[in-house]
Nanobody, 116 residues
Framework: QVQLVESGGGLVQPGGSLRLSCAVSGLPFNSATMSWYRQTPGKSRELVAI????????SYADSVKGRFTISRDNAKHTVDLQMNNLKPEDTAMYYC?????????WGQGTQVTVSS
């Protein structure tokens, strides 16, 4: 059974930081390309960051470049999203997403709220 379990969301003030983590089980993690998406009510999910399985190449949405960092730990089967200098427009539900062996999987999401 494949599981992607996100944690680390919460309420933070503008300019603050949060670190999201996604614990993955039930799939070949070392062969999985991992991503973080986010979604706000009434909008489609937006790709935030992606990290490949082959060489951990990363890519980011323009809106988060220079503020967010995605990383993976192949020994622990986790993927993290370090979010710095958070802005109110970063408020969203954040989802972990895995693609492995031509199959894809979503986590249940973790809420991030940036507000003073």
């Amino acid at each position: 059974q494949v599981q992607l379990v996100e944690s680390g969301g919460g309420l933070v003030q503008p300019g603050g930081s949060l670190r999201l983590s996604c614990a993955v089980s039930g799939l070949p993690f070392n062969s999985a390309t991992m991503s973080w998406y986010r979604q706000t009510p009434g909008k489609s999910r937006e790709l935030v960051a992606i990290i490949t399985w082959l060489d951990s190449t990363t890519s980011y949405a323009d809106s988060v470049k220079g503020r967010f960092t995605i990383s993976r730990d192949n020994a622990k089967h986790t993927v993290d999203l370090q979010m710095n200098n958070l802005k109110p427009e970063d408020t969203a539900m954040y989802y972990c997403y895995a693609v492995a062996l031509q199959k894809s999987y979503w986590g249940q999401g973790t809420q991030v709220t940036v507000s003073s």
